[in-house]
Structure formats: structure tokens, C-alpha cells
């Protein structure tokens, strides 16, 4: 058992390091370091130029899209090298959000089931940045239950015709491309009538609509289909056969692991060691000590969890359903522990000036962020099913839609 | 990074947990929970045949000369099988006190005997009902013998040996004492777990040799605590799989309404909360089981995180299996109640969780890590 690197790992360390250092933009540094809980400000920079500059050198230098193969814009280095890369990048990982859905879930979608050509021409650009991707998968009626959804695609000639709404689409309003899925024929079961495409997002009859955020900002969005045209050249995977192609996008969801999920922990320690109370520093108040203990076991077990599976990663196996714990706890010790931060600073716990606010008032963004962490990519208790089930071989929830003809499943809001 | 252990020791595992199949079944464990036998000693001398009291220590001083890694992973298949044997007394404490404190003549004249399982030691430290604190030690050392009394002596009724705390004029230190000595008088105590003895000791007028420097006792003290911390964790999260491993089964094959109770969310997401919980303490015991093998400096943060998280992850599935069973769960002659004793006897067996987590938060202050 130990944390050292094998030489050809140690050696690819520093021909990273040595190539951060040299090219990042170390001009945002100052910003990015702050950049916790989807705040990223860069001040007068844009974000999305900046972004995609960092995206592009380093692709020019072959170190984006790491464990994909090179003719499509990778490098096929290994999984241990893409998580060696993940520790390396550090802070200036916050640039790569933009395309956090396109590398990560379009991207090995697109890799298994579109055509040569297609790969040749899509992925090199997604790779340098070039091209950004969003995932069209949930509506106003299917989140948890996305194989309930209902935008419709009809067969028209060589194209299909898609008609209806997708809803939470993150980074629809700065994307070239989109992953659709769609049902095809109502008159099935909910999951057999599915059919997935991918579209330009500049197709005619797409609409997209900004959605303010409970936290006052817009990442996501409602997207209209209004007689959409797709080529059917542009369909993934068979007619009918949607639904394994999402759970493909979907496995790869949990694949990215590696740059282990942020926790606020830090945040939380520092806090508490520069905070005066009415009785002193509140590291030393019994009842704040009890719960830094806690989190403090959580976080670690998170991080040496992550160690675990990228031990297992390095031997050539593949991470399985038990990555789901990550955001399962997480998410809610980040929202308990921003309520515990906001407390101590008693009333001035609601500012959220920065310049007024402790910590620049990071825990008030991780109180009204954290709530969607909680439901992003899979809700907390869709996350227990999935433990329950494929982890611990229970069944199955009962379900009232079983073997029901789709166009016959009832609904509600 | 290699964060797992090796085939090695897994095949190591392997073994110890088919002897422990054939010889520490539950009914061998009711035997000692059901009678006066302070613990079973048929199992012990399987233990000491297969040489696994002695896997830590050095070859020189009669042991296998492994290393920790695989004493974790003993400690791991002993509480999964509720071992009801000194294993935690001998060899998490008293060795490992005489690894800290002793010189070279003590080791020699102490450890093989510990190394081979034909003696059995403990640690007597507490003496007043509450946290161990340096001032709650009352017992004296003076013109070469100690007198005072130690309570909650774990496995005090078949101990050979104790390593004891006690002050002189200087302050703290620690003595071997041989507890085979006429000053030393025994008394069991009854616990929330018969399956572990406990008992308090009396010394009067009783010979010991001092281990370390005079008044670094409290501080050798703590490095064994920690070391024991990590050991006993392994022990809580062996405990906690088999709980959750007992839980999940029920909950397949128990039915209620007509379908298997864990077809049931409420029960469903119960369990999956103790994997959860499970799973973050078994990194963290890893983690402490690397800092412990490299005697890192990070041992007393490693050592506490994964105290705490294994405490708390071996009472949540303890504690959860026995609701998972429903009124079953509650007889004496389900299982559950076994593990729901030792998890919570574990738990404060070094000293409470308040006790911990204040030692966690204390590393958490002096450094920069978080
Ligand atoms: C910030 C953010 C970004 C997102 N980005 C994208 C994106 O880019 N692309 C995209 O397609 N989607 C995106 N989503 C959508 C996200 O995947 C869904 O919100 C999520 O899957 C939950 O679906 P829902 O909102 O319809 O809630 P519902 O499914 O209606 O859930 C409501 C409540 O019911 C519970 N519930 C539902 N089913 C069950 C069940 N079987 N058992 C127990 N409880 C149940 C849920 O846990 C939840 O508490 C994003 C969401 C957020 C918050």
C-alpha cells in the first residue's frame, strides 16, 4: 500500500507539471482560486473565451480529451494518467466546465455509435474546444424518470422531425451541438420507444431560453423543438434502441472521477480557525468541533474512497456503481455545513458581498448552490436506489407502469 | 498509487476468515457470552497454531515478521467474526506498548511469549468511571512496587501480563507488571458485551519494571492509543460488513404485503445509507493502516479519523440490522444483538468518540492539511 507514483508516472508528472507551469494563465489564478461552488468570476475577462483558450493550447500541446484515442483529437494515455493530469491542472480545472458534458457523456456517446466520418469531423473540434456540447435529455415531465419523456420524433423522408421541449439543459445557450433523445413510437413500453440523435444547435426551430436559477444564475435552460429537421445520419444507435445508448452517456458520467468532488471542507477548517465568537475562536467551541470531526471523516473518506478506485483504475478495472457516493454525500454535507457557517457568523451571515462577507462570502454561494447538487445528474435518493440495487442486489422498486403501453401511462404536474 | 492490499494479504484474509468459519461460529461466540468463560481458548490456540498473534512482530522476538497491513486485515476478519479472545488486549495494547516504551531486554524478555499467544497481556489505565484524563491517575509507584486500583481492565481475569500506568514523584510513567504476582487481586465485571471479559484489578505492593522515561508515560501512552486506534477500526469495520451483509440478506428473503421487505424504499435507502457510511470508514481505515505500516507523521490525524468513522459506521449498521429484522431482531437468538453489543462496546473501548473527535480537531488545528 502506498501514494507514490511508478516511475513512468512520476515521469509523466512532471512533463505535466513543467507544461502547466509554463503555459497556464496564471493572470487568473487570483479569480479562479475563489471560483468554488459555481461562482466562477474572472472579473473583466470572459469566461468563455478564456476558457476556450485554455482548451485549445492545450489541446495544441496533446493534453485534452487524454484516454481518447488520437485520431479523434486524443492521446490514448491511460486512465491514471488522465486522473495524474486532473491533480495537476489544480485550480485551472474551474475553465473546463464549459465542456465538462461534451467531454465527458457526448463525447464516448458519440465515440460508440456514430459513424467513422461523423467521429473524424465531431470529436477533434470537440476535443480542442472548438465546439461545445450540451446533453438534451430531461423534460418538464421525466428528470428521474427519464425514460418517461415525450419529445416526439417522426420519420419524414431521409429526416426526422422532432417536436417538444427538453428542460435543464446545462450550457444549451453556449453550445454548437446537442445529444437528443427521443421517443419514436408512444406505443410501447416507455423504455423501447426511444431513438437518440444529435443536433446542431443552430438547426432551424431550436429555441432556447435561459431558466434563473434559484441562486440568481443562468447555467441551464428550457430548449424548444419546433419541427426540428435531424438527417437520419445524425441518429446514434438503432431506432427503438435510445435507451441503452443514453445509459452508455450516462455510465460515462461516473466514469470522471479522479479530480475528486470538491467538499468545502477547507473552506469550512479555515473558516473556523479565523472566526472570532462571543468565547473565542470558534474552532475552539465543543459543538463546532464535533461536527468539524464529522466532516473532516467524511471528506477523508471521500478522498481515500476516490484513492481506492484509482488503485482499481491502474489495474485495468473499471469503476462501478459504488462511485455514486460521492455527490450522495457530498451534497448534503455542503449544504449542512454552509447552514453551520452562516450560524456562526450570526446575522452577518446573510450578506453575500464579498467584500463584506467572511471568506468572500463563499458560504453563502454553497448555501444557495447546494441544493442542486442534490439533484443534478441523478437526485439523493435516486443515488440510494442505485447503491441499494446494483451494489447491495435488492430489488427493484414496484412499479405501477410495468409492461404499460407508453401512450397509456398516466401523469401528472 | 497502490491503495489496496496485495494478493498477498488477501490471500492471508482468506485464511483467517475460514478458520474463523470453522472455529468461531456464533454459537462458539454465545458459549462465551452465555457462561463464565472470560474467553474461548480452544479458538486462541488455533490462533497461536496458525502463528497470527505474533504477525507483526519481528521474527527475532518470535513472531511471523509481517507487518501491520496484515495485522489489518486479522483485525478485520476477528470483529466480522466477533472473536471472543484477547486478540485486542495482547496484541493491539500490551504489544504494541512494549513496541513504544520497552528497551531491548524488556522486548526480549516480554514479547515472545505475547509473539507466540502462550501469554496474554492487556493495559490497565482507567480509574474512575469517565473520559482517562492525566489526572484521573491515582496509582502510585514508589520503593519499586505499585498499589492502587485499575478498573475496566479488558480481558483483566486472563491476562498474564499489564502494562500500567501509575505516577511517582516525577510525574506519569508505564510499568510491565506480571499480574501472576500474590498482590494482585481480580474482579469481574459485568458488561453490555459477556463476550469480552472485563474486570478490575487491585495492586498491593505488586513488583513492575518502568518502560520508557520516567514521566513519559502519558505521551507513550497516546502513541499506543493510536496505534490500537487504527487496529481496533479494522475490527469496527469487519463487524459493520457482516451487520450489513446479515441486513441485506434479510431483506431479500423476509416478504411483507406481498413483496420482499427490501423491495421497500424506507428500507432500501436504509441500507444503502450504511453502505455509505461502511465505505467511507473502510478508506479511512485504509488510510490509517498506511500511516500506521510507514509510521507516518500523519498517524494521529489518520489514527483518529479512522477511529471515529469506524465507531460510528459499526453502531449505524449494528444498530440498523436489528431494525432491518424486525421483532427477530430483538430475540436473543437472532444474532443481531451480538454485533449491536460489540459495536458498542468498541466504541468506547479507547476512550469515547467525544474523546476522539477532540484529539481529530486538536491534529486538524496544529496543521495545514484538511
Ligand atoms: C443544476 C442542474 C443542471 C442540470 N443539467 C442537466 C443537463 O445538462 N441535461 C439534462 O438533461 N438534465 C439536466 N438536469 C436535470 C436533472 O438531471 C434532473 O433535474 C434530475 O434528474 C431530477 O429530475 P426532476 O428534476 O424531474 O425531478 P423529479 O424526478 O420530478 O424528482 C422530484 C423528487 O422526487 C423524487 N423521486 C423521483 N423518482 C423517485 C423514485 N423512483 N424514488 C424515490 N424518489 C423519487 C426525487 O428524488 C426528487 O426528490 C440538471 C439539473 C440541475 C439541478
Known amino acids: 500500500m502506498n501514494f507514490d507514483d511508478t516511475p513512468q508516472e512520476a515521469e509523466f508528472r512532471s512533463s505535466v507539471r513543467h507544461w502547466i507551469d509554463d503555459n497556464a494563465p496564471k493572470y487568473l489564478l487570483p479569480y479562479l482560486e475563489k471560483a468554488s461552488f459555481a461562482t466562477m468570476d474572472l472579473g473583466d475577462y470572459n469566461a468563455n473565451d478564456e476558457s476556450k483558450a485554455w482548451r485549445k493550447k492545450k489541446f495544441d500541446a496533446g493534453w485534452a480529451c487524454l484516454s481518447w484515442p488520437q485520431e479523434y483529437g486524443g492521446v490514448g494515455a491511460s486512465p491514471i494518467e488522465r486522473v495524474i493530469w486532473q491533480q495537476e491542472e489544480g485550480h485551472y480545472a474551474a475553465l473546463g466546465g464549459l465542456f465538462t458534458i461534451g467531454e465527458g457523456m457526448c463525447g464516448p456517446t458519440v465515440m460508440s455509435y456514430a459513424s467513422e466520418g461523423q467521429k473524424k469531423r465531431y470529436l477533434p473540434k470537440l476535443a480542442a474546444g472548438e465546439e461545445v456540447w450540451c446533453q438534451l435529455f430531461s423534460e418538464p415531465g421525466s428528470g428521474s424518470d427519464l425514460a418517461g419523456l415525450r419529445t416526439k420524433a417522426e420519420r419524414d423522408g431521409d429526416d426526422w422531425v422532432i417536436n417538444g421541449q427538453k428542460i435543464w439543459t446545462s ?13 419514436t413510437d408512444p406505443s410501447v413500453a416507455k423504455h423501447q420507444g426511444l431513438t437518440m440523435f444529435f443536433l446542431s444547435m443552430k438547426s432551424p426551430g431550436v429555441e432556447i431560453r435561459p431558466i434563473k436559477q434559484a441562486n440568481g ?56 480557525k479565523s ?100 439533484v443534478e445528474g441523478g437526485t439523493d435518493e435516486i443515488l440510494r436506489n442505485i447503491i441499494a440495487e446494483r451494489v447491495l442486489g435488492l430489488p427493484g422498486d414496484i412499479r405501477a407502469d410495468k409492461g404499460m403501453a407508453f401512450s397509456d401511462i398516466p401523469t401528472g404536474r | 498509487m497502490n491503495f489496496e492490499f496485495s ?16 472455529h468461531c461460529r456464533s454459537a462458539d461466540v454465545r458459549q462465551i457470552l452465555e457462561s463464565d468463560s472470560p474467553h474461548d481458548s480452544q479458538l486462541w490456540r488455533v490462533l497461536c497454531e496458525m502463528g497470527v498473534q505474533g504477525t507483526a512482530i519481528d521474527d527475532s522476538l518470535g513472531g511471523a515478521g509481517a507487518g501491520y497491513l496484515e495485522l489489518c486485515v486479522v483485525a478485520e476478519e476477528l470483529g466480522r467474526a466477533l472473536a471472543p479472545v484477547p486478540f485486542s488486549s495482547s496484541i493491539f495494547l500490551a504489544v504494541e506498548a512494549l513496541k513504544v516504551a520497552a528497551n531491548n531486554e524488556q522486548k526480549l524478555a516480554l514479547l515472545p511469549g505475547l509473539a507466540s499467544g502462550e501469554k496474554i497481556g492487556t493495559l490497565a489505565a482507567w480509574e474512575i468511571n469517565g473520559p482517562l484524563q492525566p489526572d484521573t491517575i491515582a496509582m502510585r509507584w514508589e520503593e519499586g512496587v505499585l498499589n492502587g486500583r485499575k478498573i475496566l481492565v479488558p480481558d483483566g481475569d486472563v491476562a498474564d501480563v499489564a502494562i500500567v500506568i501509575a505516577r511517582d514523584d516525577e510525574g506519569l510513567s508505564l510499568f510491565a507488571v506480571d499480574l501472576t504476582d500474590s498482590g494482585v487481586t481480580r474482579e469481574t465485571l459485568e458488561t453490555i458485551d459477556p463476550s469480552r471479559n472485563f474486570s478490575t484489578l487491585t495492586f498491593n505492593a505488586v513488583a513492575g519494571q518502568r518502560l520508557g522515561d520516567a ?39 423476509r416478504y411483507a404485503f406481498g413483496r420482499p421487505i427490501g423491495s421497500f424504499q424506507a428500507v432500501k435507502h436504509m441500507l444503502a445509507d450504511m453502505y455509505v457510511d461502511l465505505e467511507l470508514a473502510r478508506s479511512n481505515c485504509y488510510y490509517g493502516a498506511w500511516a500506521l505500516s510507514t509510521d507516518a507523521d500523519e498517524l494521529p490525524l489518520a489514527a483518529a479519523t479512522a477511529r471515529v468513522s469506524a465507531t460510528q459506521a459499526f453502531q449505524h449498521c449494528s444498530k440498523n440490522n436489528i431494525q432491518t429484522h424486525g421483532g427477530m431482531g430483538f430475540t436473543w437468538e437472532f444474532d443481531c444483538h451480538l454485533f449491536y453489543r460489540r459495536s458498542n462496546l468498541l466504541a468506547v473501548l479507547l476512550g469515547g468518540q467525544s474523546v476522539w473527535k477532540d484529539r481529530l480537531v486538536s491534529q486538524l488545528e496544529s496543521s495545514d492539511a484538511a
Open chain 1, 275 to 374: 472566526l472570532q465568537t462571543g468565547e473565542g475562536l470558534a474552532i475552539k467551541d465543543k459543538a463546532v468541533r464535533d461536527k468539524l470531526a464529522d466532516w473532516h471523516c467524511r471528506t477523508s473518506g471521500l478522498k481515500y474512497t476516490s484513492s481506492r478506485m484509482i488503485s482499481a483504475l491502474s489495474r485495468g478495472e473499471t469503476p462501478g456503481p459504488e462511485a455514486s457516493i460521492g455527490k450522495l454525500v457530498a451534497g448534503s454535507m455542503m449544504q449542512d455545513m454552509s447552514m453551520v457557517a452562516l450560524d456562526l457568523q450570526d446575522l452577518s451571515g446573510i450578506l453575500v458581498d464579498p467584500e463584506l462577507a467572511e471568506l468572500s462570502a463563499r458560504f453563502q454561494a454553497m448555501l444557495l448552490r447546494s441544493p442542486a447538487t442534490r
Open chain 2, 215 to 253: 514521566g513519559d508515560g502519558w505521551n507513550l501512552l497516546e502513541q499506543v492509543l493510536n496505534r490500537a486506534a487504527v487496529l481496533v477500526a479494522f475490527e469496527q469495520i469487519g463487524g459493520a460488513q457482516r451487520a450489513l451483509e446479515m441486513a441485506t440478506d434479510y431483506a431479500q428473503e
Open chain 1, 217 to 272: 444564475q443562468s447555467g441551464f435552460n428550457e430548449v424548444y423543438f419546433t419541427d426540428v429537421r435531424i438527417p437520419d445520419a445524425q441518429r446514434l444507435g438503432e431506432v427503438g434502441n435510445g435507451w441503452s445508448v443514453s445509459l452508455t452517456t450516462l455510465m460515462n458520467e461516473r466514469l470522471s472521477i479522479g479530480g475528486s468532488m470538491p467538499t468545502g471542507f477547507p473552506e469550512m477548517l479555515a473558516l473556523v
Open chain 2, 7 to 22: 494478493e498477498d494479504q488477501v490471500l492471508l484474509k482468506n485464511q483467517i476468515r475460514r478458520a474463523l468459519d470453522d
Open chain 1, 171 to 183: 450550457g444549451a445557450h453556449h453550445s454548437d451541438y446537442g445529444m437528443l433523445i427521443t421517443r
